[in-house]
């Protein structure tokens, strides 16, 4: 097996010189994605410590250093005198893709796993079908036009290829974006968050005296519960000692709690909590289902305050994993569901919406985004009733424009897992959506202004014909025709000039 890509560089030998690794590092004016997600994700702090193994023009540490964060970094070519040190997270970024030597890739996943205390994050390029570029084969990857070494990976490969190296499962953040826990608590209070709805407490009802004498304390007391859906831990909050010596318990603080307040918004808040652990347990079977054991803590007392016990729990989670492979169960749920714009092969969801969907629903995308992660920039999701497909669409101008256009969209079959890219950027002519209330839930704040525009639109006959104002040609030819255009989300009588 040759020798690590970092060892190679402190022997004083070079790559071979028929590829430039150098080349393939970039200039950025912003924070890499595989930064990005873990940023987002919650999985750096304000107390961690992170090293960027093979950081290039060095971008990541210097951002990441002015947001006060402790990072450093280093690379063989741009920063080779940098020590390579252990941290809480370490990135390596779009660094396996650019090693042509096998043995040398696999040395140097390697050895950024033994850096790593908590958590590595590997990115590597992927391939995905319908980019159209014909690409020169070198290797198990391709030579650029600048002479550099690229291995594309298909998603999947990639997570097998870490998961064969390292003897860990990889977690999907994004395509290409992986992360691989050495916790493996952290890693199932993760994978738990990603569909732990956040919830506010419910407004007071009623007047009583005790609890407003007391509001300083039971507010807080109240965001403990409605976060976790039940009664806290002495540990989970901090100020239970003295609400029990206020109240003589917390079950009692609670019973005041709910006369102020009403008992019906708390029922709902305990069902979406337990709703989102039938959905975290449905998924994890995916996986190797971890024993009751190596959970954390809290999902554990989770676990036997709504369930009893994690046999009863992974019962149930079972049952909901199976009726999603079933197209029937999951064109019944799409048809009833309470959010989302259904069409005769699929129901459209803005991702505002997607944990207004039932659980089945819920299990269903997220098998997509099990194998997929976060797909950036989408906005809307496709659930196809009948083909087991999810689409992942991304309109840059949602919010902003009256009748957006689609700029991507990626489609995944989650019975065949391939995976297929439709890319709109260039075109003259894209898709354009229409009465884009339905996509959101009632309550999201734009609804009402949405709704106004599409009651106007529909008043004067302009969405009559589906057919042929699903573009943006189709759209514009329409309002010309019908001697209108648009002021913002406000149909106007006049032509555009």
Same mark, same amino acid.
């Given at each position: 097996?040759?020798?690590?890509?970092?060892?190679?560089?402190?022997?004083?030998?070079?790559?071979?010189?028929?590829?430039p690794?150098?080349?393939?590092?970039?200039?950025?004016?912003?924070?890499?994605?595989?930064?990005?997600?873990?940023?987002?994700d919650?999985?750096?702090?304000?107390?961690?410590?992170?090293?960027?193994?093979?950081?290039?023009h060095?971008?990541?540490?210097?951002?990441?250093?002015?947001?006060?964060?402790v990072?450093?970094?280093?690379?063989?070519?741009?920063?080779p005198?940098?020590?390579?040190?252990?941290?809480?997270?370490?990135?390596?970024?779009?660094?396996?893709?650019?090693?042509?030597?096998?043995?040398?890739?696999?040395?140097?996943?390697?050895?950024a796993?033994?850096?790593?205390?908590?958590?590595?994050?590997?990115?590597?390029?992927?391939?995905?079908?319908g980019?159209?570029?014909?690409?020169?084969?070198?290797?198990?990857?391709?030579?650029?036009? /600048?002479g550099? =070494?690229? #291995?594309?990976?298909?998603? &999947?490969? @990639?997570?097998?290829? $870490?998961?064969?190296?390292?003897?860990?499962?990889?977690?999907?953040?994004?395509?290409?974006?992986?992360?691989?826990?050495?916790?493996?608590?952290?890693?199932?209070?993760?994978?738990?968050?990603?569909?732990?709805?956040?919830?506010?407490?419910p407004?007071?009802?009623?007047?009583?005296?005790?609890?407003?004498e007391?509001?300083e304390?039971?507010?807080p007391?109240?965001?403990?519960?409605?976060?976790?859906?039940?009664?806290?831990?002495?540990?989970?909050?901090?100020?239970?000692?003295?609400?029990?010596?206020?109240?003589?318990?917390?079950k009692?603080?609670?019973?005041?709690?709910?006369?102020?307040?009403?008992?019906?918004?708390?029922?709902?808040?305990?069902?979406?909590?337990t709703?989102?652990?039938?959905?975290?347990?449905? /998924?994890?079977? =995916?996986? #190797?289902?971890?024993?009751? &054991?190596? @959970?954390?803590?809290? $999902?554990?007392?989770?676990?036997?305050?709504?369930?009893?016990?994690?046999?009863?729990?992974?019962?149930?989670?079972?049952?909901?994993?199976?009726?999603?492979?079933?197209a029937?169960?999951?064109?019944?749920?799409?048809?009833r569901?309470?959010?989302?714009?259904?069409?005769?092969?699929?129901?459209?969801?803005?991702?505002?919406?997607?944990?207004?969907l039932?659980?089945?629903?819920?299990?269903y995308?997220?098998?997509?985004?099990?194998?997929?992660?976060?797909?950036?920039g989408?906005?809307?999701?496709?659930?196809?009733?009948?083909?087991?497909?999810?689409?992942?669409?991304?309109?840059?101008?949602?919010?902003?424009?009256p009748?957006?256009a689609?700029?991507?969209?990626?489609?995944?079959?989650?019975?065949?897992r391939?995976?297929?890219?439709?890319?709109y950027a260039?075109?003259?002519?894209?898709?354009?959506?229409?009465?884009k209330?339905?996509?959101?839930?009632?309550?999201?704040?734009?609804?009402?202004?949405?709704?106004?525009?599409?009651?106007?639109e529909e008043?004067?006959?302009?969405?009559?014909?589906?057919?042929?104002?699903?573009?943006?040609?189709?759209?514009?030819?329409?309002?010309?025709?019908?001697?209108?255009?648009?002021r913002?989300?406000?149909?106007?009588?006049?032509?555009?000039?």
């Amino acid at each position: 097996m040759a020798p690590p890509w970092r060892w190679l560089i402190l022997q004083g030998m070079e790559a071979p010189p028929s590829i430039p690794r150098h080349r393939t590092a970039i200039h950025r004016g912003d924070l890499s994605r595989p930064v990005k997600c873990t940023l987002g994700d919650g999985l750096i702090d304000a107390v961690s410590t992170v090293f960027d193994y093979g950081c290039g023009h060095g971008e990541d540490v210097e951002l990441l250093t002015a947001q006060g964060l402790v990072c450093a970094g280093w690379d063989p070519v741009f920063s080779p005198d940098r020590s390579v040190q252990e941290a809480d997270v370490v990135n390596l970024g779009y660094v396996i893709n650019v090693i042509e030597d096998p043995g040398e890739r696999s040395a140097t996943l390697r050895e950024a796993w033994g850096l790593a205390r908590k958590l590595l994050v590997v990115a590597a390029q992927v391939e995905v079908a319908g980019r159209g570029q014909a690409r020169v084969e070198f290797g198990d990857g391709i030579l650029t036009r /600048l002479g550099t =070494f690229q #291995k594309f990976y298909g998603q &999947g490969e @990639l997570k097998e290829y $870490l998961e064969e190296q390292l003897g860990i499962e990889a977690i999907p953040a994004a395509l290409g974006v992986f992360y691989l826990f050495k916790d493996e608590a952290l890693r199932q209070q993760f994978l738990a968050n990603r569909y732990h709805r956040r919830a506010a407490a419910p407004r007071q009802r009623l007047s009583e005296r005790r609890f407003e004498e007391n509001r300083e304390l039971l507010d807080p007391f109240m965001a403990a519960l409605a976060a976790l859906g039940r009664l806290p831990d002495l540990e989970e909050f901090q100020q239970a000692a003295e609400v029990i010596s206020r109240f003589g318990s917390l079950k009692r603080a609670f019973a005041l709690v709910r006369r102020v307040t009403g008992a019906d918004s708390w029922e709902t808040l305990r069902r979406h909590r337990t709703e989102d652990l039938l959905v975290y347990l449905a /998924l994890a079977r =995916f996986r #190797k289902r971890p024993p009751i &054991g190596q @959970l954390p803590r809290g $999902l554990r007392r989770d676990i036997r305050a709504f369930f009893s016990t994690y046999t009863a729990a992974c019962r149930q989670a079972d049952e909901l994993l199976f009726r999603a492979g079933d197209a029937a169960a999951i064109d019944a749920a799409c048809q009833r569901s309470p959010v989302g714009k259904l069409l005769p092969n699929a129901l459209y969801v803005h991702k505002s919406a997607l944990d207004s969907l039932e659980p089945l629903l819920r299990v269903y995308e997220g098998c997509g985004r099990a194998f997929l992660g976060e797909v950036e920039g989408a906005n809307l999701v496709k659930l196809h009733r009948f083909s087991g497909k999810i689409s992942y669409l991304i309109y840059p101008d949602f919010d902003s424009d009256p009748h957006p256009a689609l700029l991507r969209c990626v489609k995944l079959s989650l019975r065949t897992r391939q995976l297929e890219c439709y890319d709109y950027a260039q075109s003259a002519n894209p898709p354009v959506l229409h009465r884009k209330e339905t996509f959101l839930h009632p309550e999201h704040p734009l609804h009402a202004k949405f709704a106004r525009l599409t009651e106007q639109e529909e008043r004067h006959g302009l969405l009559d014909d589906a057919a042929t104002i699903g573009t943006r040609a189709g759209w514009q030819a329409r309002l010309r025709q019908a001697g209108f255009t648009l002021r913002g989300h406000r149909l106007v009588r006049g032509t555009s000039s």
